[in-house]
């Protein structure tokens, strides 16, 4: 099955740790998106790639960092420079970088940092 | 103005009821529009594109009024499966997208 996969589910971390979300697809898609959604809130853009080894900053990529080595993967470190780093994180992909083109997203990670 | 602006809601209906929500944009130049379904804790999913002035599948109609810049929602005959969080998501050029805080619909029996 064609699809986005994000793992863990569920991450549980002590403030002053990096962590890393991992985000793979199957879908062939060159464009790959990461996003952030806290309670009662829309998801915001961290980070985004178009293409392998190249990405952009988003609306809200203090504190992260990613690398996009590998077409169908494009992990994302939470690093321990980002302050609120608790939240919903949700992996994206898409066939381009294009606004006519549908974004599908994985199953998220949800991110506890104490 | 946010970008991209929803009423929170939530919206309260019975089953059978129609109901439609709007979402407001302020960038004149934004191409394209999509619908995504939220339910508690999970994903969002793709609901509805539109690209131009509309587009409907089954008992969902989406209505895209440029001059206003807003985008409606329109759920017909509503369901109790029907609730959910909707999101409204504005694409620019590069793809980016940028998200409403979503609107809560709850359907009652």
């Known amino acids: 099955d064609g699809g986005i996969t994000q793992s863990p589910k569920y991450l549980f971390r002590k403030e002053g740790q990096n962590v890393t979300l991992s985000c793979e697809q199957n879908l062939n898609h060159d464009a790959m998106y990461w996003y952030r959604q806290d309670p009662g809130q829309g998801l915001r853009l961290i980070y985004y790639s178009q293409i392998v080894n190249d990405f952009q900053k988003g609306d809200i990529a203090e504190g992260y960092s990613v690398s996009r080595e590998k077409k169908e993967s494009f992990p994302l470190t939470v690093t321990s420079a980002q302050k609120n780093p608790t939240a919903f994180y949700l992996c994206a992909s898409s066939i381009g970088a294009s606004s006519v083109y549908e974004q599908y997203f994985g199953p998220g990670t949800r991110l506890t940092v104490t | 103005r946010k970008e991209v602006e929803q009423d929170p809601g939530p919206f309260n209906v019975p089953e059978g009821a129609t109901v439609a929500f709007n979402c407001t944009y302020s960038n004149s130049a934004s191409q394209s529009f999509f619908w995504y379904r939220q339910d508690c804790r999970k994903e969002p999913k793709l609901l509805m594109s539109?690209?131009?002035s509309g587009n409907e599948d089954g008992r969902f109609t989406a209505q895209l009024n440029r001059a206003s810049q807003y985008i409606s929602l329109l759920i017909r005959d509503s369901k109790l499966s029907d609730s959910a969080t909707y999101l409204c998501?504005?694409?620019?050029?590069?793809?980016?997208?940028?998200f409403g805080q979503g609107t809560t619909l709850q359907v009652k029996p």
């Open positions: 539109v690209y131009s």
């Open positions: 998501g504005r694409a620019g050029n590069t793809g980016k997208l940028i």
